[in-house]
Nanobody, 119 residues
Framework: VQQLVESGGGSVQAGGSLRLSCAYT?????MAWFRQAPGKEREGVAA???????NYAASVKGRFTISQDKSKNSHYLQMYSLTPEDTDMYYC????????????????WGQGTQVTVSS
């Protein structure tokens, strides 16, 4: 059974940075980060395939970087130049499919970690 545990969220000032971590118990075809604010649908933020191929939402390209450390059963989301629009609950997901546009079809999720960015 897959288990995902996120950490690293917090409250920062606009322009600051955070690194989110996701520890997992079973390797999958891809891993991804999603975010969701109250009243909005879940948004794919970043994804990484088993072979290192990555993809990002247009809103975070150039600011966020997803990476993995297979020896530690972990992957990460490094976030720079944070803005209030990045305020969301962030979720780690894992899945077995990868779309032609770089979307990871996540079917297992962590509990989420809150990111709050003040202006």
């Amino acid at each position: 059974v897959q288990q995902l545990v996120e950490s690293g969220g917090g409250s920062v000032q606009a322009g600051g940075s955070l690194r989110l971590s996701c520890a997992y118990t079973r390797s999958t075809y891809c891993m991804a980060w999603f975010r969701q604010a109250p009243g909005k649908e879940r948004e794919g933020v970043a994804a990484i395939r088993y072979d290192g191929i990555t993809n990002y939402a247009a809103s975070v390209k150039g600011r966020f970087t997803i990476s993995q450390d297979k020896s530690k059963n972990s992957h990460y989301l490094q976030m720079y130049s944070l803005t209030p629009e990045d305020t969301d609950m962030y979720y780690c997901g894992a899945g077995g499919g990868w779309s032609s546009v770089g979307y990871c079809y996540a079917d297992t999720w962590g509990q989420g970690t809150q990111v709050t960015v003040s202006s």
